[in-house]
């Protein structure tokens, strides 16, 4: 087994564990939530550093259980190779988002449909693998699906201005001081007096937050500048939205940052659409050189849901669907702006399940599987 650790879940299910290997042989992880024969399926795509925890934290309502709740009976998440249950960003493999729309969504929505029959698949996913998703479907590799609910970003990335900053500084500062390759996010592994430990009290300058993995995912992943009550909080989410339980064990849902993601990153801001990292290496020559080139015969309906105090791909939904209104005003396309919630606390905040998770479940009820 791959997985470093089991899930640390309250879902009312039975819980499977399934193998999963990527077509270029990395081995994932893919969990399947049941509560009987339902023929409602739908994959969670967590993003960069998280995992499927954030999809059933015991410390409040999670999707998972909002989802059988309402009769999505078949609940899947794929663990990809960004996962914090898996060991890849802090090997020195060096993988890119391109990895992850050929290789891991392709093989996890291939493994679903041989679960439940072929029928087509709903997904929800947040961030890094959003955008993944938006390249495995540009690129025809997702197979027919029922719909899309994508959080924060979505075929159209666009970072605030201090986020684009980070990503052109700091691989480049990083990579000397830092040689593993990777952002560690919990001090404790890492003690005060290291060399690694010293990155923590630069991550510690102008937050109000004592957390000291709090501060690291802002400085790791966006800006904490600026607006709401949470100016100087976190890049991420509204501290005000988080259970005190879910800020206390944020060293358990945010693993270390791989630097490797964070050209490519860059080169999807600095274009503002989902572009393969290097359209010279042959081995990824089934995508697409962007996202955005083959949208005419797209056939999938697509949910945006983003947080009006979204701190990290600040605008970017707005912008595609803005984009995708003007160009391509065939594709069944709707934005929801939640106000109130940022980037990650759409799913990890302690009210999603009353204030989010309906909203995206009632938009895939009208496309479910069997409706007349
Ligand atoms: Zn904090």
Redesign the pocket.
């Given at each position: 087994m791959t997985l470093l650790r089991p899930l640390i879940a309250d879902v009312d299910a039975e819980l499977r564990e399934v193998p999963l290997v990527a077509d270029d042989g990395v081995a994932l992880g893919l969990t399947r939530f049941r509560r009987g024969p339902s023929d409602r399926s739908v994959l969670l795509v967590h993003g960069l550093t998280t995992s499927t925890d954030m999809f059933v934290m015991p410390e409040h309502d999670n999707l998972v259980e909002s989802l059988l709740d309402a009769g999505w009976g078949d609940v899947w998440s794929v663990d990809w190779r960004g996962s914090f249950r898996l060991p890849y960003n802090t090997d020195a493999r060096g993988f890119n988002v391109d990895d992850v729309a050929l290789y891991d969504l392709p093989a996890a929505l291939a493994a679903v449909r041989r679960h439940n029959g072929g029928r087509p698949v709903a997904v929800i996913a947040h961030c890094v693998g959003a955008l993944a998703l938006s390249m495995t479907i540009a690129a025809k590799l997702a197979g027919p699906l029922a719909g899309v609910v994508a959080n924060s970003t979505f075929l159209t990335p666009n970072l605030s201005e201090q986020s684009r900053l980070k990503l052109s500084l700091l691989p480049a500062v990083l990579d000397r001081i830092l040689p593993e390759g990777y952002i560690p996010m919990d001090l404790a592994q890492v003690g005060l007096l290291s060399r690694r430990g010293a990155l923590f009290a630069l991550a510690a300058a102008g937050s109000s937050?004592k957390?000291p993995t709090?501060q690291m995912i802002s400085f790791a992943w966006g800006s904490t500048l600026g607006v709401g009550a949470d100016a100087g909080?976190?890049a991420l989410y509204e501290?005000r939205n988080l259970h005190p339980a879910t800020?206390a064990r944020l060293r358990e849902l945010f693993g270390p940052a791989p630097l490797s993601f964070y050209p490519h990153l860059r080169k999807m801001a600095s274009e503002r659409a989902v572009v393969r990292c290097d359209v010279a290496d042959a081995r990824y020559d089934r995508l697409p050189r962007s996202a955005l080139d083959t949208l005419d015969d797209w056939d999938t309906p697509l949910l945006f849901v983003n947080g009006v105090l979204n701190r990290v791909w600040t605008g970017s939904l707005a912008l595609c669907h803005g984009y995708l209104a003007d160009r391509h005003p065939d594709i069944d396309v709707t934005l929801i702006e939640i106000p109130g919630y940022g980037h990650q606390d759409i799913f990890i905040g302690r009210a999603a399940a009353l204030d989010v998770f309906p909203r995206m479940i009632s938009w895939l009820d009208e496309r479910a599987p069997g409706r007349p």
């Open positions: 937050c957390d709090c909080g976190s501290h800020h």
